[in-house]
């Protein structure tokens, strides 16, 4: 037997229960307490209120309302679910949801597409001096490469320039600002770094994540024009280009301010992603 005392909270009063210890006795539990209060009148005299009570108690229903432990579900628990027999009705936590529910609960297309499918292996990246194709490592960096194909197919990179170019190192782009300040993750805000011991800035045309510190990705990305052992295990390399070579020396080659900018803009018109 299990033993419980229910407080009247208004009156502290209680009293003591006892009912056989089951699955569901700790929803009687529950259903049992609620609050009581004399129901009230009020007569208007002139100026003066006069309150009255009632000979006869009526009792106030209370709700409870609470959450299944790391589950999406809340329940309302009423003393009428007691009075009308309801306790002893199956569990509700195993109901099946009717048809209809589970249509409406369903994910959507986009959110129940696999990480890997959002991915892809290759791009293609046009710009307004040619295009440069790139091989990218879904497996070894799922995470920045799921955030630059889907920015990709969503234009996010689209008309973006080439804000930094340092002859000898590296062009940059994929911020949406233009001057290395914006841009963003397809989550918001910013994630984290991915390093794989195969994957080192030690070759040109490397493909890589431009990030403001440790773990700070966003949406820009820069390509290598040479061998950068400094940057490993401090940038996320993501990809290599494969062709269009020739493409990425002469945006390295184009005229630049003081800021690294170039004088006339190059910019990435689009990225076409291929599995």
Not at 7 to 29: C, D
Not at 191 to 216: C, I, Y
Not at 219 to 238: E, R, Y
Not at 243 to 268: F, Y
């Amino acid at each position: 037997m299990l033993k419980r005392r229910v407080v009247q909270t208004r009156k502290a009063r209680g009293a003591l229960h006892a009912r056989p210890q089951g699955r569901l006795s700790a929803m009687e539990m529950f259903l049992s307490f609620f609050l009581q209060r004399k129901a009230t009148t009020t007569v208007i005299l002139g100026k003066n209120a006069k309150t009255q009570e009632n000979k006869e108690e009526s009792r106030m229903d209370s709700v409870i309302v609470a959450s299944a432990f790391k589950k999406n579900r809340v329940y309302f628990f009423t003393a009428d679910s007691q009075k009308e027999g309801l306790v002893d009705l199956r569990d509700v936590f195993n109901e099946k949801p009717s048809k209809e529910e589970q249509e409406a609960l369903a994910p959507s297309a986009s959110s129940a597409i696999a990480p890997s499918l959002r991915s892809g292996r290759t791009a293609t990246i046009f710009t307004t001096m040619g295009d440069i194709f790139i091989r990218l490592f879904p497996q070894e960096c799922p995470k920045t490469v799921e955030n630059f194909c889907t920015h990709a197919r969503n234009g996010y990179y689209d008309q973006c320039i080439f804000h930094r170019v340092i002859k000898g190192f590296m062009i940059q782009t994929g911020d949406p600002n233009g001057d290395g300040t914006g841009g963003e993750s397809i989550w918001g805000g910013d994630f984290e770094d991915e390093f794989h011991r195969a994957l080192k800035h030690d070759r040109p045309f490397t493909v890589s994540m431009a990030n403001a510190g440790p773990n700070t990705n966003g949406s820009q990305f820069f390509i290598t024009t040479v061998p950068c052992s400094w940057l490993d295990n401090k940038h996320t390399v993501f990809g290599r280009v494969v062709q269009g070579m020739d493409v990425v020396t002469k945006i390295e080659n184009v005229a630049t301010n003081v800021e690294d900018k170039p004088k006339q803009d190059v910019k990435l018109l689009t990225i076409k992603v291929t599995s």
